[in-house]
T-cell receptor
């Protein structure tokens, strides 16, 4: 039973436009939500995170929005660049040492120039 | 100056063999993890260690045995390898921060295990 779902396997966007990646979760006990970016043959790289007490966190071109009542979060990338082309994983976790990240299945973002 | 390193990067072996994957982090973190990414691309937790103590042990066959000789290392030993063990295995580390663990985990490059 998937606790973290990324329902769009892929997304294609033109350079300079906004990319919006979505993620839904089912477990209301999750306290932190993270986005990771992954290139082929590499490990996931941390991108941005948000605590459940916030509804928005911004870091440069990347903004994550959290809607707790809907159990939904999204990652906005503005403006999108070709180097952003990668697989993006949404992850959620509890709030204690050693807790696992529960990952979604990933969304492959392709940014064309 | 790699933060989380794994060796080997690729591992091809026969069914029934025993193999080990090593992981080291130089970030000074106190928590380390093993994740498995299967053929469907799901990343799933296998184990986590906090200060060398086993915290998480998911439903993993006991052919898999993690060992943490110190906080900077978490190795994974697999006995009697099976075809279904073929996957990419990722090591990760994080630093717990007192009451509230931020849980930003840093991943190694992965070890692609192929069992023939």
């Amino acid at each position: 039973d998937q606790q973290v779902k990324q329902n769009s396997p892929s997304l294609s966007v033109q350079e300079g436009r906004i990319s919006i990646l979505n993620c839904d979760y089912t477990n209301s006990m999750f306290d932190y939500f993270l986005w990771y970016k992954k290139y082929p043959a590499e490990g996931p790289t941390f991108l941005i995170s948000i605590s459940s007490i916030k509804d928005k966190n911004e870091d440069g071109r990347f903004t994550v929005f959290l809607n707790k009542s809907a159990k939904h979060l999204s990652l906005h990338i503005v403006p999108s660049q070709p180097g952003d082309s990668a697989v993006y994983f949404c992850a959620a976790s509890g709030d204690w040492a050693g807790t696992a990240l529960i990952f979604g299945k990933g969304t492959t973002l392709s940014v064309s120039s | 100056d790699t933060a989380v390193s794994q060796t080997p990067k690729y591992l091809v072996t026969q069914m029934g063999n025993d193999k080990s994957i090593k992981c080291e982090q130089n970030l000074g973190h106190d928590t380390m993890y093993w994740y498995k990414q299967d053929s469907k691309k799901f990343l799933k937790i296998m184990f986590s260690y906090n200060n060398k103590e086993l915290i998480i042990n998911e439903t993993v066959p006991n052919r898999f045995s993690p060992k943490s000789p110190d906080k900077a290392h978490l190795n994974l030993h697999i006995n009697s390898l099976e075809l279904g063990d073929s996957a990419v295995y990722f090591c990760a580390s994080s630093q717990s921060r007192g009451i509230s663990s931020y849980n930003e985990q840093f991943f190694g490059p992965g070890t692609r295990l192929t069992v023939l």
